[in-house]
């Protein structure tokens, strides 16, 4: 069975960082596309950032969300079978539970539809 699990979620005061980490397992990351997405109470799941598959063991993503662009970095660790999210200078509008993605492609997507597999999210809270 296909598992994604994320963690590194929790309460950081507003231009704080956090990483966040999704392990992966049941399916093999290097040969997929990776996302993260976010869900604030009473919002949609929005887009956040997306990582194309390249072949390597790790690299950036390809496609970010015109809010995070230049605060949030999106990895990957092959060996490691685990995606991260990088999140810097961190505002209150970045609360919310965040969700990794993946899909059997090589391009990004940053369509939540586009995913087959999805984690459990973990919850980001940013505090003054």
């Known amino acids: 069975q296909v598992q994604l699990v994320e963690s590194g979620g929790g309460l950081v005061q507003a231009g704080g960082s956090l990483r966040l980490s999704c392990a992966a397992s049941g399916v093999t990351i290097s040969t997929h596309a990776l996302g993260w997405f976010r869900q604030a109470p009473g919002n949609e799941r929005e887009f956040v950032a997306a990582?194309?598959?390249?072949?390597?063991?790790?690299?950036?993503?390809?496609l970010y969300a015109d809010s995070v662009k230049g605060r949030f970095t999106i990895s990957r660790d092959n060996a490691k079978n685990t995606v991260y999210l990088q999140m810097n200078s961190l505002k209150p509008e970045d609360m919310a539970v965040y969700y990794c993605?993946?899909?059997?492609?090589?391009?990004?997507?940053?369509?939540?539809?586009?995913?087959?597999?999805w984690g459990q999210g973990t919850q980001v809270t940013v505090s003054s």
């Open positions: 993605a993946a899909r059997a492609a090589i391009t990004p997507s940053d369509r939540s539809y586009d995913y087959n597999y």
């Open positions: 990582d194309g598959w390249s072949g390597s063991y790790t690299h950036s993503a390809d």
